[in-house]
């Protein structure tokens, strides 16, 4: 995946603000339908199920990568963690393709230690982008995520593991990208 960082994007807070808020929609946006059809598919891993579950993180990533380029005057420890995102979101939709194969305990597996570590990505960047307005639900998304995550482990540990959980998971955290599109502040505005 190219990371380059294009040297035209919006330095402004205020054009930062309304990237992150265009990037923020179509995240929720993109959950909702992602998890409307992996509830409906999420009984058996068939070609639709696992085509979602690997394009699930690769979003993902491409999302990070779009918020780094919006976020260029952002602070260095923003950059630093959409970088291990980035990373951390590719390595888990390869992961994903090979775990499919083993089925619905290694996927559950898989989707949760990266539903932990994305977590936390996401609760520092949150905690670092607190002054914008609307991070109390990108941190609150983290913290969930994290704790999600380590059940998504566990339930993969176990016999009759599901994937329905998953297109919940995916939809809490598209309400909170809409909620902090919606509590974004212009910049200058205070809190």
């Given at each position: ?171 809490l955290g598209g309400v909170f990208f809409l909620i902090s599109a919606l509590r974004l502040k ?6």
């Open positions: 995946m190219d990371t380059f960082v294009d040297d035209t994007a919006p330095t402004t807070p205020t054009s930062v603000t309304v990237a992150l808020r265009k990037l923020y929609l179509l995240r929720f946006a993109f959950a909702t339908v992602w998890a409307a059809l992996l509830f409906a598919t999420a009984d058996t891993l068939g070609p639709l199920s696992v085509t979602l579950l690997v394009l699930y993180p690769l979003f993902d990533a491409s999302c990070a990568v779009a918020d780094m380029r919006s976020a260029r005057a952002d602070d260095s420890a923003v950059r630093r963690r959409l970088y291990v995102n980035i990373a951390l979101s590719t390595l888990t939709g390869i992961a994903l393709a090979v775990a499919v194969a083993s089925g619905n305990s290694a996927v559950l597996q898989v989707w949760g230690v990266w539903a932990i570590t994305a977590g936390i990505t996401q609760l520092i960047v949150g905690s670092v982008r607190r002054q914008m307005g609307g991070q109390w639900a990108m941190i609150a998304s983290g913290a969930i995520s994290t704790v999600a995550g380590a059940s998504f482990v566990a339930q993969g540990g176990k016999d009759g593991a599901t994937l329905t959980n998953l297109a919940g998971y995916a939809f212009p910049a200058g505005r205070k809190i």
